[in-house]
């Protein structure tokens, strides 16, 4: 595995006497595309508060990019990006306003800003757009433009909690197409999903259960493990096992 960006040790989160997550363990090289997986409940979205510096966790150690989760919460903040189904942005400021507006939050130089909204404009085909007000775009037009504001900063990692919820296909696709230009510029992606055919897309997958990782591998050889023919096949039978339906 190459360098080290994220790195859990018996990660766990308790609210009284309810474990929503319990004991994880997992590392993630740098560059890696990896799926974190689970049906409602499972605790992911507990777990990856803790992992981007929003929750402490009860018990457990865990570094993420390079930063300790116990102590160092808000270096963590600065060096991370996050996305979530919400998009992320702020719908009455236009489109160079939000990323004039994220880049300045993350410490970037103005000119470091100009320079980069007008490349990324470019990318997207967004400079007739440039004024538009966030909430007036295309949902899909949303989701690539919140994508490309939260790794702005260049961070040295991306968390996605299932980012292409409510598009079509066509346009999941092209969305992925540009999580894969990210990590061809070293950019390590933590993505949550409920479409089984992107957990295809991943390099490993964890899949959890009841706050605890049940399974993690390729795609490959958890199919192959499982002896099933779809991701989604082995999800179901994982989840099948689930006790819980609250997350």
């Known amino acids: 595995m190459n360098e080290i960006i994220i790195k859990v040790n018996q990660l766990t989160k308790k609210f009284g006497d309810f474990t929503a997550v319990d004991h994880i363990s997992f590392e993630i090289g740098k560059g890696e595309i990896f799926g974190f997986l689970g049906a409602n409940g499972a605790g992911k979205t507990t777990a990856i508060r803790m992992l981007c510096g929003l929750s402490i966790p009860t018990s457990g150690a865990g570094f993420v990019a390079g930063f300790d989760i116990n102590k160092e919460q808000e270096k963590i903040k600065k060096n991370i990006g996050y996305m979530s189904q919400k998009f992320s942005l702020y719908e009455d400021l236009k489109v160079w306003e939000n990323m004039r507006l994220f880049g300045g939050i993350y410490g970037m130089k103005t000119a470091d800003i100009n320079i980069k909204t007008d490349r990324i404009l470019n990318n997207l085909g967004f400079i007739s757009e ?16 919140a994508f490309s504001v939260s790794i702005f900063h260049s961070p040295k990692i991306v968390f996605l ?17 540009m999580i894969y230009e990210a990590v061809d510029n070293g950019i390590t992606v933590f993505v949550t999903t409920h479409y089984m055919d992107e957990a295809e897309y991943c390099n490993r997958v964890s899949i959890m259960v009841d706050g605890r990782i049940e399974a993690l591998d390729s795609p490959k050889k958890l199919k192959e493990k499982m002896n099933s023919q779809t991701m989604d096949e082995v999800f179901q039978k994982f989840a099948r096992k689930a006790t819980r339906n609250a997350d």
């Open 130 to 145: 440039k004024n538009t007000l966030v909430r007036d775009l295309p949902l899909g037009w949303k989701q690539k433009l």
């Open 161 to 177: 909690d299932e980012p292409t919820g409510g598009v079509d296909p066509v346009t999941r696709r092209q969305f992925w197409e």
